[in-house]
């Protein structure tokens, strides 16, 4: 395929409710959406960034800047694309940045699966009719509101409860959660917030029997997580520390981790995605799906490779309706009552875009031709 045109579309979105890690609250969302044109078709890629550099260094702007000075040049540069992959020999010279290489390359691989009129499911070879959902509930002010919402989200049939957690809001919240529900499947999520100070705290925490501890050192430590892990019996699955197959195989050959979060932004596209998906199925490390409070679009994306046979995990891809007063697709993500989201059988991502409310959101608007 020869791509003819990009557009960039810079999206604002807010959120239902604030959402608050260790790192950050927030309350709306900025991310840019991808169109590649070819020979009447639209291929849709959503690039996962933040307007703020907190949960990695990529923002809104720097990621604007690289897609529109370097990637689209690069595409651009190539007669013809036979399957998405390629793009990323020449994306590979650009260090990093891998949000902003992974916006392009969905787009690419959208357009690869609608031009072959397959589901992006069956380009990524995934096999899954539905996969399993959990839900990721930020920092509440009060224990009453995080009960409300694990009450909330075990009654929508969720199938992992994964909590984020930070210094003075851990164990006890843990405990009070594991008391009041019992045996649920239950995570936390500390992005980073510790150090090896901490150590006593997680070893204190083997005794909620959590399904894993994600991230809980620093964000580029792969060293220091290979010692905590020896010390405690609760796997730890590491996300931010993640940016490509390369820091999976030195990870799992430490011992840093037993579970690996893979979100598609973060290490640079589906195809490395999907590599990582078979190393780890080789090592026997299960996966899941990661996700950035995405929109539809960057949702059918997550969807699409969850479908592979080693994410034996539930993910973080939720429902539009749980961020979204409206989401951009149509029809919406939804999830069944035994916490399942049934894949699309629609060539490509499997959704429409819907316009009308992709232009509502749309704060900025870039067209570049391939001349
Ligand atoms: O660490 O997984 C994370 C959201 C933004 C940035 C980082 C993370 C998250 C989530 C939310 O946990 C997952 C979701 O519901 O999309
Ligand atoms: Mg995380």
């Known amino acids: 395929m020869r791509i003819e045109k990009i557009v960039v579309r810079k999206l604002k979105m807010d959120y239902k409710f604030p959402f608050e890690t260790s790192f950050a609250r927030t309350t709306d969302r900025e991310l840019l959406i991808i169109e590649a044109y070819s020979e009447g078709l639209v291929g ?22 690289i897609i529109e000075e370097f990637l689209v040049p690069l595409v651009f540069s190539k007669d013809q694309i036979s399957h998405p992959d390629e793009i990323n020999k020449d994306f590979s010279r650009i260090r990093r940045n891998n949000m902003a ?4 390359e969905g787009a690419l691989w959208d357009l690869y699966a609608k031009k072959k009129n397959i589901t992006l499911t069956e380009a990524v070879g995934g096999k899954r009719k539905k996969i399993e959902v959990g839900v990721s509930i930020g920092i509440q002010e009060t224990l009453e ?34 008391e009041k529900f019992g045996d649920i499947p239950l995570m936390a999520d500390a992005n ?21 501890i994600e991230q809980p050192l620093a964000h580029d430590d792969i060293i220091k997580h290979a010692t905590l ?48 998906h078979d190393y780890c199925e080789e090592k026997n490390i299960p996966v899941w799906c990661g996700g950035m409070l ?25 429902p539009s309706s749980r ?49």
């Open 192 to 212: 980073s917030a510790y150090t090896l100070d901490d150590i006593e705290l997680f070893k204190e925490m083997d005794s909620l029997n959590l399904m894993m």
């Open 44 to 65: 849709y890629g959503e690039c996962v960034v933040s307007a703020d550099p907190y949960y990695s260094e990529e923002t809104v702007g720097t990621a604007s800047h």
């Open 145 to 178: 509101e995080l009960f409300e919402q694990v009450q909330d989200s075990l009654d929508k049939g969720f199938n992992k409860i994964k909590m984020k957690i930070k210094p003075g809001k851990d164990i006890e919240i843990l405990r009070a959660v594991r």
């Open 294 to 318: 995405e929109s539809g679009i960057g949702r059918a994306h997550n969807i699409a490779i969850t479908t592979l046979e080693n994410f034996t995990i539930p993910g973080d891809t939720a």
């Open 323 to 371: 961020y979204w007063h409206k989401d951009i697709i149509t029809p919406e993500v939804v999830m069944d009552e035994e916490g399942y989201i049934h894949v699309p059988e629609q060539p490509g991502i499997g959704f429409d875009i819907d316009q009308e409310a992709l232009e509502k959101v749309t704060i900025d608007i870039k067209t570049y031709t391939n001349s």
């Open 101 to 104: 290489k992974s916006a392009i």
């Open 229 to 276: 892990q020896k010390a405690i019996t609760t796997p730890i699955c590491l996300d931010e520390s993640i940016h490509s197959l390369e820091d999976v195989q030195n990870a799992i050959e430490l011992g840093s981790c037993k579970i690996i979060n893979i979100k598609i932004g973060r290490v640079g596209g589906i195809s490395e995605a999907i590599k990582i």
